[in-house]
Nanobody, 123 residues
Framework: QLQLVKSGGGLVQPGGSLRLSCAAF????????IGWFRQAPGKGREGVSCISAGGGNTKYADSVKGRFTISKDNAKNTVYLQMNSLKPEDTAVYYC????????????????WGQGTQVTVSS
């Protein structure tokens, strides 16, 4: 059974940091790309970041470049999203998702979505 278990969401002040974790069960991260997505109230789902199966290729949305870093620990079968210099506009429900392929491509390549975790950036 596939599972993506997330942790690390919460409330943080503007300029603060959070780290989201996405632990995979039932499959190995070394075979599939993993993406992070978010959805703010009243808005559509936005791709935030992605890491390829091999870990050598990462992608970021323009809105988070230079502030967010995606990484993976194959031994723990876990992907992380380090979020620094958080802004109120980063407030959203964040999801991690498993791709059907090894590379970071389009959203329609993702076939399994974990439950979301709320990130709120507010003073």
């Amino acid at each position: 059974q596939l599972q993506l278990v997330k942790s690390g969401g919460g409330l943080v002040q503007p300029g603060g940091s959070l780290r989201l974790s996405c632990a995979a069960f039932g499959f190995t991260l070394q075979r599939y790309a993993i993406g992070w997505f978010r959805q703010a109230p009243g808005k559509g789902r936005e791709g935030v970041s992605c890491i390829s199966a091999g870990g050598g290729n990462t992608k970021y949305a323009d809105s988070v470049k230079g502030r967010f870093t995606i990484s993976k620990d194959n031994a723990k079968n876990t992907v992380y999203l380090q979020m620094n210099s958080l802004k109120p506009e980063d407030t959203a429900v964040y999801y991690c998702a498993k791709s059907k392929i090894r590379l970071c491509v389009s959203q329609d390549t993702y076939d399994y979505w974990g439950q979301g975790t709320q990130v709120t950036v507010s003073s």
